[in-house]
């Protein structure tokens, strides 16, 4: 046993009302995906982003397949995506047999750059997913305008940041629908789970429709499509809905800890040139909710950032590289083909960013960052 605390990258905080909540729907029987917590889950996660309609799934990634299918796209079909993100938001357009396109990031944002979106778009585009990559929104100012000009359907992947918000609205209420996880390192969990949110009727009907089987509402086990069983359990949602109780203290604490780790990085002072997330902006008043505490070291390239990586380790902090750029898997490109998302991508690295930390771990996490940093 080591004596010294480690620090994951991330730890769910779940406690005594989840526990509760779950052992309620077991108790009820009801354990498969009809119960009262689910259209409750729903219903209470659809106010506090902000939409009119909230359909509950089974992850995230099958969320971001369902909103494609049911927006109807399909082979032939192009897909903008970010180069820089995690590989469910490529992969999700491959389920549809559709192409994603891979679309550089904003250096100062890490999320799609809109001028790139622009010049990647061809007569085969029906859609774009913006991701709000970290916890920090995209631009969706400009990409809604690009969207709405060369009427394209936008999909907003919010599976980083539950309560991020641009002019005081919530992300997952921009675009035609925004795609949740809740998988156990976001920022509310259900253990595995996600969902859609959107104000489109049309669509929210077509959602809860090919999540279960296809099935009509009118004639029982009569299905006129292929549908999916993407369906949540009333034992996940009863967790949600117990982190929905937490969702205000987790997000202002997430706040904190970047604020922590900003100022005693300050304090300490790193001798590299270095960017941490992108903080709430004015102009666009945009808010981050820092998901993963991030920095990227311009000075580092992939091999000392690795070094670092294992360095940190070695005293207990554990971190994470950047996402790879999607482009640069075998089963895509093969090769990076966004300058920006390869360059950050190569620097970048996250840092321990469970909602359970205190001001003195931070301290401690950033004593020791500094110290693998001057060893490099
Ligand atoms: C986590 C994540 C997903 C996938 O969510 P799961 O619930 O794990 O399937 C999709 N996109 C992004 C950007 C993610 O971070």
């Known amino acids: 046993m080591q004596d010294k605390k480690f620090y994951p990258v991330y730890e769910p905080l779940i406690g005594e009302k989840e526990a509760e909540y779950a052992s309620k729907a077991v108790k009820s029987g009801w354990i498969s995906s009809i119960g009262e917590y689910i259209e409750e889950f729903e219903r209470r996660f659809a106010d506090f982003i902000g939409t009119k309609y909230a359909v509950s799934v089974s992850n995230g990634t099958v969320g971001l397949h369902l909103a ?23 992969n999700a357009v491959k389920y549809t047999g559709a192409t994603p396109i891979f ?5 100062k944002t890490w999320c799609m750059d809109p001028e790139d979106l622009k010049k990647k778009i061809t007569p085969n585009s029906k859609a774009v997913i913006p991701v709000h990559l970290y916890g920090y929104p995209a631009n969706m100012d400009e ?19 539950h309560g991020a918000e641009i002019s005081n609205r919530k992300v997952g209420s921009f675009g035609n629908c925004g795609v949740f996880s809740f998988y156990g390192n976001k920022i509310i969990t259900t253990g595995e789970g996600g969902m859609i949110t959107t104000n489109d009727e049309e669509l929210f009907i077509r959602l809860k429709f090919l999540k279960d089987h296809g099935m009509s509402k009118e004639k029982r086990y009569w299905h006129p499509e292929i549908g999916f069983n993407y369906r949540m359990t009333n034992i996940q949602a009863a967790i949600g809905l117990a982190q929905m109780e937490r969702k205000e203290y987790i997000i202002e604490k997430k706040r904190k800890i970047f604020n922590w780790y900003k100022n005693y990085l300050e304090e300490f002072g790193i001798n590299v040139s270095y960017s941490l997330n992108p903080e709430d902006d004015e102009k666009t ?14 000075d580092f390239d992939e091999t000392k ?3 670092l990586i294992e360095l940190l380790k070695v005293v207990g902090v554990d971190s994470r590289p950047f996402f790879y750029p999607i482009s640069e898997f075998p089963m895509y490109h093969g090769k990076p083909v966004c300058k920006v998302s390869k360059h950050v991508s190569e620097r970048g690295l996250n840092l321990p960013s469970s909602p359970i930390l205190e001001e ?9 960052f500094i110290t693998a940093v001057q060893k490099i």
């Open 68 to 90: 494609l299918a049911a927006l109807g796209i399909g082979p032939g079909d192009e897909v903008l995506v970010p180069d820089l993100t995690f590989v469910a938001t490529a």
């Open 103 to 107: 679309v550089d990031i904003d250096p």
């Open 143 to 161: 990409i809604l305008n690009i969207a709405q000009k060369e009427n394209l359907y936008v999909i907003e992947d919010c599976a980083e940041a």
């Open 285 to 298: 008043k945009s808010k981050n909710v820092f998901w993963m505490v991030s920095i990227v070291l311009w």
């Open 305 to 307: 950032r690795n070094k």
């Open 360 to 368: 003195n771990d931070v301290k401690a996490i950033c004593k020791s």
